[in-house]
Nanobody, 125 residues
């Protein structure tokens, strides 16, 4: 059974940094586009970042460009998200997801097949 397990969330002050990790199992990791999404209380889930299978291409939501960086290590079946200059509005549950669609990067949640359970990120002022 495919599992995606996120870690690295927590409480951080505004302006601080966190690094999220997502470890995949029972998945041919290198064959999947990986993405990060987030959902804040009372809001819909939104796209944050995605990375192509070979890590040659990335895509970011405008609100995280220049602050977040997605990366992956196919040998470790793990995708990362380095988050810097965090703002209160970045507070959300962050989910990693895997997509098998034939696109270089994928930004729409309905194109993702597998999802993690989420990790809470809380940014305090």
């Amino acid at each position: 059974q495919v599992q995606l397990v996120e870690s690295g969330g927590g409480l951080v002050q505004a302006g601080g940094s966190l690094r999220l990790s997502c470890a995949a199992s029972e998945l041919t990791f290198s064959k999947y586009v990986m993405g990060w999404f987030r959902q804040a209380p009372g809001k819909e889930r939104e796209f944050v970042a995605a990375i192509s299978r070979s890590a040659s291409r990335t895509s970011y939501a405008d609100f995280v460009k220049g602050r977040f960086a997605i990366s992956r290590d196919n040998a470790k079946n793990t995708v990362y998200q380095q988050m810097s200059s965090l703002k209160r509005e970045d507070t959300a549950v962050y989910y990693c997801a895997a997509s098998g669609v034939l696109s270089v990067v994928v930004t729409t949640d309905h194109d993702y097949t597998y999802w993690g359970q989420g990790t809470q990120v809380t940014v305090s002022s």
